[in-house]
């Protein structure tokens, strides 16, 4: 049957209306922060009539998944609240982000969310040199970049099959023990501020800037050294670097005692860290929480014993642990492996060995710069490597190091090229984070801040 033109006009009139009718019904959220409906970009989303009403709360942080604990409290949802913190919160020391529901000022669930810094640094590594990748890892714990460094070049080398001069093992060890002391300054002055001891703040980075003037020094860099390389170090340690080390060595014991001056009897230190943010051994190892969190528990786990590596075992030092699992023993856990740290980089110092601190597999390792001036050959070596880079044989390796937050781990696949054809990273706060819930779950909202600085996290860590 043929329609009239009268008739296809109605036809089309209706169309436009239920079209109108649908269109008022959308729920436009602007992400970008606009109130203006017919402005659209990449960073707004809108809501159709289509999507489901949880979809529509869960986007507009209304609702709180809850897979990880039970409780019956018999209340109405209008007497729980959802509140977001961060991320751009400056307590939750990066882009992390949490809804939490509360129940008057108690925290009843929490639910971390992540993916806002979304680096993508293990997909970049895919496109880099093997002897690239330090400047890649060593920007995902940007607190203790050289153990990022020294993890990767562990599994490089593993892949590799070469030996490293002792001389190459003990520099990464002074290093990396001087970064730990590093990173646990910040830890612990940032935890000082969160809870309001401003004072921390000033001494924690007072004592910090003395290490990272030292990097410099070595690595011609405060940050982000890409020192640690396979194959051993960019370059020796500088110039009077004995008299540095020593310096460090005598003044930062000095900054501690005034630390415990400042914390330790301090009541309201105590009433904010003590039996605030509790975790349980099980519970640690349940969620693989690892470092100062998972020692504090009292579990003696640190892969510097327990998996040694770069010839650490041949130093004495002792694992610290706490009892509580609480902020206040991760704080103490921290202040102590400082100390531990420094004995460390004082047996180093003074068990330095002589000799190369590159191993001697050309294949790998660049000609002395001397030699380019002089030879032909080793010029056009230097510039082949850095060019086109040292083939890895084909395999896989999992390597791991213990890293101021934790455990730290690179898997790394090779298919014989330069190039890796996967990396993973273990990164300690992406598990810590994990333990988040369980530490907050029926504790005070004024905790929240306490909580997280304990844990210590790096979000580059996290999202790389």
Same mark, same amino acid.
């Given at each position: 049957?043929? +329609? ?45 009539? !289509? ?74 590594? !895919? ?21 990022? !460094? ?45 809870? *309001?001891?401003?004072?921390?703040m000033l001494y924690g980075f007072r004592e910090r800037e003395t290490i990272l003037a030292f990097f410099e020094k070595v690595t011609g860099l405060r940050m982000n050294h890409n020192y640690i390389r396979p194959g051993g170090v960019a370059a020796d340690l500088s110039p009077g670097w004995r008299k540095d080390v020593t310096d460090i060595l005598d003044s930062i014991p000095r900054r501690l005692q005034q630390y415990d001056d400042l914390l330790e009897k301090n009541p309201i230190w105590l009433e904010r860290t003590k039996n605030v943010g509790v975790v349980t051994a099980e519970e640690a190892l349940a969620y693989s929480l690892t470092g100062p969190i998972l020692r504090a528990t009292g579990v003696n786990w640190d892969l510097r014993?327990? +998996? ?20 206040? $023993? ?16 004082? +047996?180093?110092? $003074?068990?330095?060995?002589?000799? =190369?601190?590159?191993?001697? $597999? ?69 598990? =810590?984070? +994990? *333990? ?29």
């Open positions: 049957m043929t +329609q009239t033109n009268d008739e296809k006009q109605g036809t089309e009139e209706t169309a436009d209306h239920t079209f109108e009718r649908e269109r008022r019904r959308v729920v436009d959220v602007w992400l970008t922060g606009t109130e203006e409906s017919d402005y659209t970009d990449e960073a707004s989303q809108e809501f159709t009539a !289509e999507d489901t009403e949880r979809m529509k709360k869960e986007q507009l942080g209304a609702v709180v998944d809850n897979d990880y604990l039970e409780y019956e409290t018999g209340l109405d949802d209008d007497e729980r609240m959802i509140v977001n913190m961060g991320p751009q919160h400056p307590s939750t020391h990066g882009v992390l982000r949490l809804q939490i529901e509360l129940e008057g000022e108690i925290i009843r669930r929490t639910k971390p969310i992540i993916g806002y810094l979304h680096t993508g640094m293990e997909k970049t590594a !895919e496109n880099l040199m093997f002897m690239q990748g330090g400047t890649n890892v060593t920007r995902m714990d940007y607190l203790a970049p050289l153990h990022n !460094e020294l993890c990767y070049s562990l599994a490089v080398e593993e892949l590799l099959g070469i030996d490293i001069p002792p001389r190459a093992h003990a520099i990464r060890v002074l290093m990396t023990e001087l970064n730990r002391i590093a990173s646990h300054l910040v830890a612990i002055a940032t935890n000082g501020m969160d809870i *309001g001891a401003i004072s921390m014993k327990s +998996q040694p590596y770069s010839g650490i075992e041949q130093y004495d030092f002792a694992v610290v642990t706490g009892q509580n699992g609480d902020v206040y $023993d991760r704080y103490r856990i921290r202040m102590e492996e400082i100390e531990q740290s420094l004995s460390i980089v004082r +047996q180093a110092m $003074d068990t330095m060995p002589k000799g =190369n601190y590159m191993t001697g $597999d050309r294949k790998v390792a660049p000609p002395p710069r001397g030699r380019i001036d002089e030879s032909m050959e080793a010029l056009i070596h230097h510039f082949k490597l850095f060019t086109e880079g040292f083939r890895v044989p084909a395999g896989e390796t999992y390597t791991a190091v213990e890293s101021p937050r934790g455990e730290l781990g690179c898997y790394l696949v090779s298919t014989g090229g330069s190039r890796p054809w996967r990396m993973h990273t273990r990164a300690p706060s992406f598990y =810590n984070i +994990q *333990g988040l819930p369980t530490m907050m779950a029926d504790s005070l909202v004024s905790d929240t801040v306490a909580t997280i600085a304990s844990l210590d996290p790096i979000m580059g860590d996290v999202d790389r």
